[in-house]
């Protein structure tokens, strides 16, 4: 499954052809899901994306969380057919 497949069905992120073109947002805001990782790359990271939208705090950390998760499950599963 991809991020951007998990992120929608958790309700984290949503698109619609009415907001911002369709580009995946977060809920509730216009704000892209490639904002955020913009930010991430950037210098200040995280913490200035949440400086910057703070009322987006709770949802960027649902991201993080579910790549985490994501991320551990794939190298998991890669690890189990090494013998």
Do not use: C, W
């Not at 991430?40 to 009322?55: K, V, W």
Request: proline content about 5%; charged content about 25%.
């Amino acid at each position: 499954m991809k991020i951007e497949e998990l992120l929608q069905r958790k309700g984290i992120i949503h698109r619609d052809p009415e907001v911002m073109s369709g580009v995946p947002v977060f809920v509730g805001s216009r704000v892209p899901l490639k904002t955020f990782f913009d930010y991430l790359e950037g210098e200040s990271g995280f913490a200035e994306f949440i400086n910057d939208f703070p009322y987006l705090e709770s949802q960027a950390i649902k991201v993080l969380e579910n790549l985490t998760k994501m991320m551990l499950s794939l190298e998991s599963d890669s690890n189990a057919y090494i013998a």
